[in-house]
């Protein structure tokens, strides 16, 4: 049985390094800014493959130099419990487990099984390590990813990391980029009426800058602005303090 016990070991060795470097590379974050994504590398080659120059732009910004209004917006768009979860809201997973299931019932058998029920520190975990395949095993992984960040990371820290990486547009990452490419003024100045622009564009972000990759988004921007608008005062920018217990 030897001759099936290596590569088990092997396999599992090879796993085990695998998340050794992932908690390497988010403790790193906890000093230094992340470079780049694996998500921002899959696109950098999309458009460019071995090309110098490439129409990719992105530009940190710190947490504090980002307009309040824009994160509110963000918040209510894509996750607006993100400062008082540990990471993933159950209740949502569960939901979009039922919608697949059902889906797999009627025999829509594609790649895009999995689909909904992201937290934001999900939603990082897949775009700083993770291919877009959607399969259960690379779910799996993500949500291992989302446990080391949220162990390692402040929910402000894992907050900056999302606004300065997810995507805004093709080739256009982060809110530095976004706020410049499309309002041509820096993220700290964003209104309350842009800040909801960019929030809506989240789930669709190609399709708000492109209408060529509109085909396959099912939303309309304008109403999920307004959404946005009328719930952004809602959502806490800091975590929720716990009430003391009376004596």
């Known amino acids: 049985m030897r001759?099936?016990?290596?590569?088990?070991?092997?396999?599992?060795?090879?796993?085990?390094?695998?998340?050794?470097?992932?908690?390497?590379?988010?403790?790193?974050?906890?000093?230094?800014?992340?470079?780049?994504?694996?998500?921002?590398?899959?696109?950098?080659?999309?458009?460019?493959?071995?090309?110098?120059?490439?129409?990719?732009?992105?530009?940190?910004?710190?947490?504090?130099?980002?307009?309040?209004?824009?994160?509110?917006?963000?918040?209510?768009?894509?996750?607006?419990?993100?400062?008082?979860?540990?990471?993933?809201?159950?209740?949502?997973?569960?939901?979009?487990?039922?919608?697949?299931?059902?889906?797999?019932?009627?025999?829509?058998?594609?790649?895009?099984?999995?689909?909904g029920g992201s937290t934001i520190t999900q939603q990082l975990a897949k775009n700083l390590f993770l291919s877009s395949e959607q399969n259960y095993l690379r779910k799996g992984q993500e949500l291992i990813i989302t446990g080391l960040l949220e162990l390692t990371l402040s929910k402000q820290r894992l907050f900056e990391i999302y606004l300065n990486s997810v995507e805004w547009g093709e080739g256009i990452f982060g809110i530095g980029a976004a706020s410049q490419r499309y309002y041509g003024i820096t993220p700290s100045a964003l209104d309350r009426e842009q800040s909801a622009a960019l929030a809506s564009a989240l789930p669709a972000p190609k399709c708000f800058d492109k209408a060529q990759y509109c085909r396959k988004a099912n939303i309309h921007f304008p109403t999920r602005q307004e959404f946005i608008l009328e719930y952004m005062d809602r959502v806490a920018l800091t975590p929720t303090p716990k009430s003391s217990s009376s004596k």
Request: with cysteine.
């Open 3 to 115: 001759w099936f016990a290596y590569p088990i070991k092997c396999l599992l060795f090879g796993v085990l390094a695998m998340q050794a470097y992932f908690a390497i590379q988010i403790g790193l974050w906890t000093k230094f800014n992340p470079d780049s994504t694996a998500f921002q590398r899959a696109e950098r080659w999309r458009l460019c493959s071995w090309h110098w120059s490439c129409p990719i732009q992105s530009k940190w910004t710190p947490y504090d130099k980002i307009s309040g209004n824009l994160k509110r917006a963000v918040l209510v768009s894509e996750d607006d419990i993100f400062f008082q979860h540990k990471g993933v809201r159950v209740e949502d997973m569960q939901k979009a487990w039922e919608k697949n299931q059902q889906k797999h019932r009627s025999g829509n058998k594609t790649k895009t099984a999995l689909r």
